[in-house]
């Protein structure tokens, strides 16, 4: 599903933050990938979603090499992962509903098949009884599941998410993991990106470490 | 409907419910009034033109006689000007003819009727062989000095003249115009550059989960166009509504000559022209304004 081989990442200005990178996730796995802040585990979340680009080494999503990908092939990329972003990037503008309407606004559902996914995916997070809420309405558990729910609509193949737990007390953050890995259980690929260990070891899943830069 | 429909329509859905919103309508209104100047100038402008077109813009000379001069020596004159190698054609006006076409005119059979007699002299209409404007004048005193001659007018010279001054206006109406547009473009651009500013979070997290540039682009694209339109109307609004108010003064003007004229409205042609046009650059604003502001944002 995600494989690295060899990958490097060097920011304009000189700073490293990925070396020598390999790793692969196969099709439907359950991964965490930890380290200090700043070794990194955010630029390689990046790289899988062509955010940023790999300065060296290939990175295969799907069989696509993520890094050779045309400008105008990325939007199609990006809708085939799920991304649920270390701050949210919820639109407090619109409803919770709308939140989660937006991917589906640009993949050209109908709009019974696009309300239809939108209330399945916020059903599937606990939150269809408030789809008319605005999102600063929720409690910071319920805006995580959010994020998650706009990242799924599309039923995504691979889930990616960065410090989905950050903030968030013991039983909130259980609750997210719960939610990843029932998406797991029908055959997603998921990523997750914390520094919270005793979470990580309370699951047993399989785990990336990354120290300045590289795979432990 | 398909999807490709389904994303359009939405555009325009979008775009529709944000014209009203972050300096819509006062740019409508800019752009409105901007286009009104020029569109309004070329309306009485065509009008003018048609006016001047009644008259024939080919150089004459009208030669008149005196009111006392014979017939013969009317006669005599339209020989030795057929001799004058510098006169193409020669055409005779009897004074009786004369008499007759102005009676036709509208008002003046009453005042000629009034006179009791025909106070109009012979006359030889003059079609000179170089129109330049200095060969004509010499011409002009030449014919000037002949006996039977009691004054020699060129008839055509104001004429001439309008025609001169309406190419002169119609130039500076297409420079406005440029200049207006350009004003036009810039506004459309500073509109759209707001609005997208507004709407930063939600482009670039439409960007990051697989919105197409297309389709980022498409509502500021139809809210360009809306604008530059709703401007059109609002212009040919303006100018339908400055018409009537001037034709008021011009119809109480042109009777008092006898006339009928009136400025002409836009025919349907050039309103056409005019909104489409005021879309053109509209969705031009926009369009620069969307990819400057997308480059600006990055990926």
Known sequence: ?216 | MNAWLRQHRDALRDALARLPRTGGLLSIVVIGVALALPAGGYVALESLRSLGARMTLEPQLSVFLRPEAKRAEAEALGVTLRADARIARVRFVPREQAFRELSAVQGMSEILGALGRNPLPDAYVVQPKDDAPAALEALARDLARGAAVAHVEADSAWARRLGAIAALVRTALWLLAALLAAGLVAVTFNTIRLQILTRRDEIELARLIGATDSFIRRPFYYLGLLQGLAGGVLALGIVAAGLALLNRQVAALSESYGSAFRLGFPGAGDAVALLAFAAVLGWLGASLSVTQQLRRMGT
Do not use: C
């Open chain 1, 1 to 216: 599903m995600v494989s690295f081989s060899a990958v490097a990442k060097r920011y304009p200005g000189g700073h490293e933050a990925l070396r020598d990178v390999s790793f692969s996730l196969q099709a439907g796995e359950f991964a965490f990938l930890i380290g200090r802040s700043g070794a990194g585990k955010s630029t390689l979340l990046k790289l899988i979603s062509a955010i940023e680009r790999p300065s060296a080494g290939s990175v295969l999503v799907n069989g696509q090499n993520v890094g050779a990908l045309k400008r105008s092939a990325i939007p199609y990329l990006r809708r085939s992962i799920g991304l649920v972003f270390q701050d949210q990037k919820l639109l407090y503008d619109r409803s919770v509903y709308d939140n989660v309407m937006l991917p589906l606004g640009f993949s050209g559902y109908a709009p019974r098949e696009a309300a239809r996914r939108a209330r399945a995916a916020l059903d599937k997070v606990g939150l269809l009884a408030r789809e008319r809420s605005n999102p600063v309405q929720l409690s910071g558990g319920e805006q995580q599941r959010l994020a998650i729910a706009r990242a799924v609509v599309n039923r995504p193949a691979l889930l990616i998410a960065d410090e989905p737990t950050a903030n968030l007390d013991r039983e909130a953050a259980e609750r997210i993991l719960e939610i990843f890995l029932s998406f797991q259980q029908v055959g997603v690929t998921v990523l997750i990106a914390t520094h919270d260990l005793e979470l990580v070891e309370r699951y047993g899943k399989r785990v990336l470490r990354l120290e300045a830069g590289r795979i432990a």
